[in-house]
Structure formats: structure tokens, C-alpha cells
């Protein structure tokens, strides 16, 4: 994929005045009281306002939250004005009742220099997710230029997050895009080796993209969590009641395969902690991988297992972690998770590049509080997956070229 024009490239003279319509990542978790549990994707959104605002730009930003089917009053954006006033030190951030239309218009005539305006969930359209080419018009008639920060969206062709920047010149990444486009593709295509790669979660279909493309690239794969039982059913393991994919059985074996033929180090846990139901109060012990009991099910690696990966990651350079290793939602069955977070938090005091690409991994590292301690943490779910399958995301493709 070209490197992306940055908004880091623009300076006073190409914002100051000028009407900047931002494209951001605001969905976060709110309570039924409408208070925000996590606001680390407003924190994410602030160094590309703040680098508006400090060149006198006006500043027009636009989001989603969850996914509502029309105009729907507990999806509003509003509860989120008084906590981005405050990230962004900003007496007033000015709330839309709406994302188009007259109103609107009229707030944004009326911005000063520095002002923000958050405009009302653009999901309340359904022209939103069509990419309707009409409503990406009139979004893109109230600004100047556009900045797509929104990198939880970037595998979505919509019309805030590629319908717009048809209709504004220049069209640039923010900040956030750029660091998880440095990361996530530049890592990726140009790893520091030797470069290896931790997947994880509970089904080999949803990452199959995801192992395919790198055991393209990878010196090392590690795989945990509950599709590691596919794998081992495909060797001919018993493997209890553990979740097994029985129509991915072919794939496992091939892939090992591959793996080997490309030279890839692939491990497989060589223990495991079973239980005897799925749920946090279940009775549990460690057995070996390829003795799991009938009744038994496989919810996290064992301490052998943690041991081996942890040894073989310490000889790397670059790491790229996907998906937890157990269900560590439940306490006793979440030291394998615990103990690859720690690993990876060891290994980046040690200069080693570390990379958590997204989803339930970054769940996992934030409940041990190492989220600070890693290279990069991707604020995507499905745009992170989408690139380390090697795809083009939409909402990148739009924008110009550096």
C-alpha cells in the first residue's frame, strides 16, 4: 500500500481558517447512564485535533457510535462533548443536533478560528454505511479539506470514510491512521528478524486470512486459544470436548504443512489446562496436549507451554500478538494471556518491537496494566485483522499520496 499524505504535512498556511472535516473514532462504551466506561478512543482522537486547533483550523468532527437503525437517542454523541472539552482544553466543543442540513451549516459558519464542532451520529443516516454518493456530498460541502483518523473504520467503505474524500482536496491521514499504517503494514512488510507472530482465539476461521498471510512473512508462529484443538484433532489427538472446527480439519493440517515448507517455526502448546465445564468456578488440571479426557474441555495453555513460547520469543526482534490463549475472562484460566502480556512487556524494555494487533488482545494487556509497555496497541478490531491479511482498507485507499 503507498504511503499516505499525513496531516502532519500540513501547516498553518493550508489549515489556518480553513474548514477541516474530521473523520474520527468516537464509539465508545457508555453506561446505561450515558457515562463513558473507556475513553480511550476520544484519547486516541486528540493529537490530530489539537494540531488543527493549534493552526487555527476549524475543525468539523464526525463520527460513529454503535450502530443504530436511524435516528436513535441512546446512540447520540452528545454525553461525549463535556470529556472531549476537556482532553482537548477547550472551553466549548459545539454539539450538532444533526450531521447535514441547515443547522448545521449555520454552526459551522459560524466556528472561529480553533473552534470544534462535533456533529450528531453520521450512522443515524442509512446513507451512512451505503456510501450513498449524495449524503458523502453534502458531508463534504461543509468543509475545506479532510482528515480520516478513524482507523476502527478504515475497512469500511462509508460514506464519511471514503465517500467524502472524492470531494476534498487535499484528503490526509491523521496521526492515529499514520502510526497504525507505520505499524501495521510497515512491521509487517519490513519486520525487524528475526519476526514472530502470536495468534490466538477460540476459532481458526476468523484468523485463517490472518495465519495465511503471515506465514508469509514470520520466522516463528505461536498459536493458543481454543483453535489450538483443531489442530490437535487434525493430528490425530483426542481432544475431549473442546471446541473443534471439524470442517477446518484439512486446513490445519495444511497449514502445518505450509509452515513447514516455508521454513516457519510453528508451535502448538505442548500442555494444557482443562476443565470440566466452561465457567469460572469449573474444576481444573494440567495435562498433557495430547491427553485431554472424554467430558474434559482445553480453556487455557499450561505452564510448560508458557515457558516454551516465552523461550522462544526472547529471540526475537519484532512481535505482532492477535488473540488471547485461553478464556481469560475467567480468572484461573487467564495465565496464559497474563503471561504472554507480561513476556511481550519484558521484551519491549528490551528494545524489541511489539505490536498488539487489535481486539481482545488489547482487552487482555490493558487488565494487567501493560498497555504502556508495548510499541504499538491497534485501536482496530476488523481494519487491524483486514491489514495483517495483507488487504487494502477502503478508507485508506481514499486518501492522497504522499
Same mark, same amino acid.
Given at each position: ?178 502510526? $497504525?499504517? #507505520?505499524? =501495521?503494514?510497515? *512491521?509487517? !512488510?519490513?519486520?525487524? @528478524?528475526?519476526? /514472530?507472530?502470536? &495468534? ?44 473443534? $472446527?471439524? #470442517?477446518? =480439519?484439512?486446513? *490445519?493440517? !495444511?497449514?502445518?504443512? @505450509?509452515?513447514? /515448507?516455508?521454513? &516457519? ?138
Amino acid at each position: 500500500m503507498a504511503t499516505k499524505k499525513s496531516v502532519g504535512s500540513l501547516k498553518e498556511a493550508d489549515l489556518k481558517g480553513k474548514r477541516v472535516f474530521v473523520r474520527v473514532d468516537l464509539n465508545v462504551p457508555l453506561d446505561d447512564n450515558f457515562n463513558i466506561t473507556d475513553d480511550t478512543r476520544i484519547r486516541a482522537a486528540v493529537p490530530t485535533i489539537k494540531y488543527l486547533i493549534g493552526y487555527g483550523a476549524r475543525v468539523i468532527l464526525s463520527s460513529h457510535l454503535g450502530r443504530p437503525k436511524g435516528v436513535t437517542p441512546k446512540y447520540s454523541l452528545k454525553p461525549l462533548v463535556p470529556r472531549l472539552s476537556e482532553l482537548l482544553g477547550v472551553e466549548v466543543v459545539k454539539m450538532a443536533n444533526d450531521c447535514i442540513g441547515e443547522e448545521v451549516e449555520k454552526l459551522v459558519a459560524g466556528l472561529s478560528d480553533g473552534g470544534v464542532l462535533l456533529l450528531e451520529n453520521v450512522r443515524f443516516y442509512k446513507e451512512e454505511e451505503k456510501n450513498d454518493p449524495e449524503f458523502a456530498k453534502k458531508l463534504a460541502s461543509l468543509a475545506d479539506l479532510y482528515v480520516n483518523d478513524a482507523f476502527g473504520t478504515a475497512h469500511r467503505a462509508h460514506a464519511s470514510t471514503e465517500g467524502v474524500a472524492k470531494y476534498l482536496k487535499p484528503s490526509v491521514a491523521g496521526f492515529l491512521m499514520q502510526k $497504525e499504517l #507505520d505499524y =501495521l503494514v510497515g *512491521a509487517v !512488510s519490513n519486520p525487524k @528478524k528475526p519476526f /514472530a507472530a502470536i &495468534v490466538g482465539g477460540s476459532k481458526v476461521s476468523s484468523k485463517i486470512g490472518v495465519i495465511e498471510s503471515l506465514l508469509e512473512k514470520v520466522d516463528l508462529l505461536l498459536l493458543g486459544g481454543g483453535m489450538i484443538f483443531t489442530f490437535y484433532k487434525a493430528q490425530g489427538h483426542s481432544v475431549g470436548s473442546s471446541l473443534v $472446527e471439524e #470442517d477446518k =480439519l484439512d486446513l *490445519a493440517n !495444511s497449514l502445518m504443512e @505450509k509452515a513447514k /515448507a516455508k521454513g &516457519v517455526n510453528l508451535l502448538l502448546p505442548s500442555d494444557v489446562v482443562i476443565a470440566d465445564k466452561f465457567a469460572a468456578d469449573a474444576n481444573s488440571k494440567i495435562v498433557q496436549a495430547s491427553a485431554i479426557p472424554d467430558g474434559w474441555m482445553g480453556l487455557d495453555i499450561g505452564p510448560d507451554s508458557i515457558k516454551s513460547f516465552g523461550e522462544a520469543l526472547d529471540t526475537t526482534k519484532t512481535i505482532i500478538w492477535n488473540g488471547p490463549m485461553g478464556v481469560f475472562e475467567f480468572d484461573k484460566f487467564a495465565a496464559g494471556t497474563e503471561a504472554i502480556a507480561k513476556k511481550l512487556a519484558e521484551l519491549g524494555g528490551k528494545g524489541v518491537t511489539t505490536i498488539i494487533g487489535g481486539g481482545d488482545s488489547v482487552a487482555a494487556v490493558e487488565k494487567v496494566g501493560l498497555a504502556d509497555k508495548m510499541s504499538h496497541i491497534s485501536t482496530g478490531g476488523g481494519a487491524s485483522l483486514e491489514l495483517l491479511e495483507g488487504k487494502t482498507l477502503p478508507g485508506v485507499l481514499a486518501l492522497d499520496e504522499a
